[in-house]
Nanobody
Framework: QVQLVESGGGLVESGGSLRLSCAAS????????IAWFRQAPGKEREEVSC????????VYADSVKGRFTISRDNAKNVVYLQMNSLKPEDTAFYYC???????????????WGQGTRVTVDW
């Protein structure tokens, strides 16, 4: 069964750090593009970052550039999102998603996780 499971969310003070994990089962992530999305209450879903499955190139939303880093560990079949200098506006549910090779320009992915909550306190 194909599954993505996020972990690592929680409550952190403003300026703090968290590392989210997206673990895959039922398939290997090696050649998959993995994206992280977030959605805060009352707001639209936002694609935060993506790492390509073809060449491991990365893209970031302007809102997180310089603070968040996406990376993969193929041996563990996990993709990470390191989040530093967190701000209250980063509070949201964070989801990972996967599709073969290329990051989607339209936010459409084949597989989605259930999400993990991140809360950044003042």
């Amino acid at each position: 069964q194909v599954q993505l499971v996020e972990s690592g969310g929680g409550l952190v003070e403003s300026g703090g750090s968290l590392r989210l994990s997206c673990a895959a089962s039922g398939f290997t992530l090696d050649y998959y593009a993995i994206a992280w999305f977030r959605q805060a209450p009352g707001k639209e879903r936002e694609e935060v970052s993506c790492i390509s499955g073809s060449d491991d190139s990365t893209v970031y939303a302007d809102s997180v550039k310089g603070r968040f880093t996406i990376s993969r560990d193929n041996a563990k079949n996990v993709v990470y999102l390191q989040m530093n200098s967190l701000k209250p506006e980063d509070t949201a549910f964070y989801y990972c998603a996967a599709q073969p090779y290329y990051c989607s320009a339209y936010g459409t992915y084949d597989y989605w996780g259930q999400g993990t909550r991140v809360t950044v306190d003042w």
